[in-house]
């Protein structure tokens, strides 16, 4: 369901949008990330440290999510904000510069013409959530959608090797998504 919308998004914005929701983070978070919190050539996007609750954010972005964003949508970006986005800092700082009613709404067509329904966007970290509990550990998915603690995170997970690790056991639980795979292309 996912693939298939993903598939029929051809809106740069819409597409990277729906590319960035596979990372397991909160469609609210993605609305507005901040450019300098998604790292393509790391394939990782870490959105902030959270001091009132206590942790820290981040998940990986697939290796076809990356290519994309590298290949089309950060070209587009840039005629973006020079032809649409002058003077709106606050936009402009965002990863996506397009404000989510607009994002939403296209999402929402798309749906209608993939799949003749809608779902609610935030369905798809649930889906992401679900599917990386079937290959990885409950702390793994906790780290990675922002559930574990600042200090498991901290003496755990920001260690290089186990961040490598992580991130290997990510790409074979992605690879086993139809339209992340080498095989779907």
């Known amino acids: 369901m996912v693939c298939r919308v993903l598939e029929a998004a051809e809106w740069p914005p819409a597409k990277a949008l729906l590319y960035l929701t596979l990372s397991g983070l909160r469609i609210e978070t993605l609305y507005t990330i901040p450019f300098d919190k998604v ?4 394939r990782v ?4 440290s959270d001091r009132k609750y ?11 999510a990356a290519a994309y964003l590298r290949e089309v949508y950060l070209p587009w970006r840039e005629v973006w904000l020079e032809t649409q986005v002058k003077g709106q800092e606050e936009l402009r700082r965002r990863f996506i510069p397009v404000k989510p009613k607009r994002l939403r709404e ?7 013409r993939a799949l003749g329904r809608r779902f609610q966007l935030r369905t798809i970290r649930h889906r992401v959530t679900t599917h990386l509990a079937l290959h990885l550990s409950k702390l793994e998915v906790d780290v990675l959608t922002g559930h574990a603690s600042r200090d498991v995170v901290q003496a755990h997970y920001l260690q290089l090797d186990i961040l490598e690790d992580l991130r290997r056991k990510y790409d074979a639980a992605m690879s086993r998504i139809s339209c992340l795979s080498s095989e779907g292309d």
């Open 39 to 42: 790292d393509l050539d790391r």
């Open 45 to 48: 996007v870490a959105p902030w």
């Open 54 to 64: 206590k942790r820290d954010f981040f998940s990986f972005i697939p290796e076809a």
């Open 106 to 112: 296209h999402i929402y067509n798309v749906m209608d």
